[in-house]
């Protein structure tokens, strides 16, 4: 398994991640700039809520089913009625109550609370943060993900846990999905920068059993679906779309 054994070095280390996994370069001279040992790594990591309540069905899929029902409805075998009013003639006791679902719209999406993680209860959810990140132009805050530069620790996964953990707490309630990066991107810095180009890569993880985070480290928060998230990244639209695949 990849980065698995805690005797590697860092330069194996790099050079063990430089082939591995679907990427993207910010620019052409980005795979250039790659070349080099001096670029740092950065582990970032897209931490995901998942749907609570099934989705809605689409209306072609309903209509199918529709159809699907009425077809087979034609061919099922017909039963006597005194047989089938058996099943209707049974008791009902007081232990039987009658089922409310809750509501799929909360107060958060109708006040569009993108703090709240009680919103698009039928879709997932991304952890985006507004701060510092490294290699932002000017030393700007911008919208990122929990990240951190990895300094020799014995796997990039558990670089990528110490970036999720600065910013949670803790990781009683998450779960990281596998133990190699999802994708890596290598991003291209001026040459007026005081930053050189580094690859940045991506571990899933996921929240399990909480409804609410303490969210520190930053300046601001968002919870978004991946529609949302693509309108905070213009220019990585193509490939954070490419990288976040799921189906509703």
């Not at 510092?132 to 020799?152: I, L, Q, R, S, T």
């Not at 953990?165 to 007026?192: C, R, W």
């Amino acid at each position: 398994m990849l980065l698995r054994s805690p005797a590697r070095s860092a330069p194996h280390l790099r050079s063990l991640l430089r082939a591995r996994g679907f990427s993207s370069s910010a620019s052409p001279s980005a795979a250039t700039a790659a070349e080099g040992d001096d670029g740092k790594i950065v582990a970032s990591v897209l931490f995901e809520r998942l749907p609570v309540v099934i989705p809605k069905i689409h209306p072609v899929v309903y209509a199918f089913q529709e159809f699907s029902f009425r077809w087979r409805q034609q061919y099922r075998r017909k039963y006597p009625d005194d047989v089938l009013g058996k099943a209707d003639a049974r008791g009902k006791g007081d232990y039987q109550i009658d089922y409310v679902p809750a509501p799929r719209i909360t107060e958060a999406d109708k006040t569009n609370d993108r703090k709240s993680l009680q919103r698009a209860l039928d879709n997932r959810l991304y952890l985006l943060l507004y701060g510092k990140a490294y290699g932002a132009p000017d030393d700007k805050p911008v919208w990122h993900f929990p990240e951190k530069v990895y300094d020799n620790e014995d796997t990039l996964r558990l670089c990528a846990e110490s970036a999720l953990k600065s910013v949670i707490g803790g990781l009683n309630n998450t779960y990281f999905v596998g133990n190699a990066p999802m994708a890596h991107m290598v991003v291209d810095q001026k040459e007026d920068s005081s930053v050189s180009s580094f690859k940045r890569f991506f571990f899933k993880s996921q929240v399990v059993g909480a409804t609410k985070y303490d969210i520190g480290k930053c300046q601001d928060h968002v919870w978004v679906t991946k529609d949302e998230l693509l309108e905070y990244f213009p220019e990585h639209k193509a490939f954070f779309n490419k990288m976040i695949i799921h189906i509703r």
